[in-house]
């Protein structure tokens, strides 16, 4: 079993920059993509950013692209969402997320809040 865990979400104000974290437990995480979803109350999760097992391939969606960067410290197990440009609509809880392919998401975090205000 894999556990992650979320921290570094906040208030930020538009244009502002936040970086998430995640810390990986358990089964060895060395071998899995990793990534970050979000969702707003009544909305589906949506698929921000992820990166596979070795770091070397990143994929963001079009909304995020350009502003959001993430990456990845195997020794360490954990990963990171450098957030930068943030607008009032990222504003979101954001999860991190664990999973054989980038299609297969098999572990989820808690979740961490992230409000930006206009």
């Known amino acids: 079993q894999v556990q992650l865990v979320e921290s570094g979400g906040g208030l930020v104000q538009a244009g502002g920059s936040l970086r998430l974290s995640c810390a990986a437990s358990g089964r060895t995480v060395i071998v899995y993509a990793m990534g970050w979803f979000r969702q707003v109350p009544g909305k589906e999760r949506e698929f921000v950013a992820g990166?596979?097992?070795?770091?070397?391939?990143?994929s963001y969606s079009d909304s995020v692209k350009s502003r959001f960067a993430m990456s990845r410290e195997n020794a360490k197990n954990t990963v990171t969402l450098q957030m930068n440009s943030l607008k009032p609509e990222d504003t979101a809880v954001y999860y991190c997320?664990?999973?054989?392919?980038?299609?297969?998401?098999?572990?989820w975090g808690q979740g961490t809040q992230v409000t930006v205000s206009s």
């Open positions: 990166i596979s097992s070795s770091g070397d391939a990143a």
């Open positions: 997320v664990a999973g054989a392919t980038f299609d297969n998401w098999m572990h």
